[in-house]
């Protein structure tokens, strides 16, 4: 089983308050502002598919990508249900390598996506990755977070008590190496009235809007905006998440 399999079963409960459309909302007014018109969008670290399904009942084609199997299961379930059209591949984003015949207009990766590289290397390969499978002129759209200031960056525990379900999270902030960190622990109760208990580590790191900028540039992009979250405002350090739009340079197919 990966990291994220029995995430996978409590992440929609855990996201329940999250408006995925309004997400969506917020990143295609990004991409009217800069005239773009994709064809085909990749969703990079889609999870169990919620930003994937909101983008494609919007009208476009979408690619979902994510490491975790059971959570693409998921995913895929929900897409059948709603009888949606989205095509979900399970890959790791430092190596991602779809290349998709008729190309990719747009990638977007948000929801944190970018905060799970904890290594500035495997950063900058992401941002290579995406460049590689762009179509020139395509967008790159993210967000990344400042763990500094999530609400549980000075450490504490959190309980959730449902009745088939009962988790606790323990979160700690490493402010040397900018890296939050959260133990799951998870009770899961079966149809035979027994409890599963699983636990699972994640780990988030802050990267700066210079170091961000800086392996854009180094990989070739041109940077359009830097935006404080949901708004169309100029980002800085000091802002809680900040949304990077890049473009791949060249002619637009």
């Known amino acids: 089983m990966s990291q ?7 992440y929609d409960y855990l996201m329940s308050g999250i408006d995925y459309d309004e997400w969506a909302d917020y990143i ?9 018109k994709p064809k085909v969008i990749l969703d990079l670290a889609c999870g169990t598919g919620n930003s994937s399904l909101s983008l494609a009942k919007k009208g476009y084609p979408v690619i979902g990508v994510d490491l975790s199997p059971e959570m693409l299961e998921v995913a895929r379930n929900k897409a059948a249900a709603e009888n949606i059209k989205v095509d979900f591949f399970e890959q790791d984003m430092r190596q991602l390598q779809l290349q998709v015949p008729y190309g990719i207009d747009m990638v977007v990766a948000y929801q944190d996506g970018l905060n799970y590289m904890l290594e500035d290397a495997d950063l900058l390969k992401v941002l290579e990755r995406v460049y590689q499978e762009l179509n020139s002129g395509g967008l790159f759209i993210f967000d990344i977070n400042s763990v500094d200031k999530l609400p549980s960056s000075g450490g504490e525990t959190t309980f959730y008590d449902e009745d088939r379900m009962t988790l606790i999270w323990e979160s700690s902030y490493d402010s040397q190496a900018d890296i939050w960190e959260i133990i799951l622990t998870g009770f899961l109760k079966r149809d035979n009235g027994y409890y599963e208990k699983f636990q ?29 979250a949901f708004t169309m405002d100029e980002g800085t350090n000091s802002d809680k998440r900040l949304y990077y739009a890049a473009r791949k340079g060249g002619a637009v197919k």
């Open 4 to 10: 994220y399999g029995k995430l996978a079963k409590v």
């Open 28 to 36: 295609l007014s990004i991409v009217d502002k800069f005239g773009a």
């Open 200 to 228: 699972e580590t994640h780990r988030e790191k802050y990267h700066t809007r210079e170091k961000v900028v800086e392996y854009l540039e180094k990989t070739g992009y041109e940077i359009l905006a830097v935006y404080n």
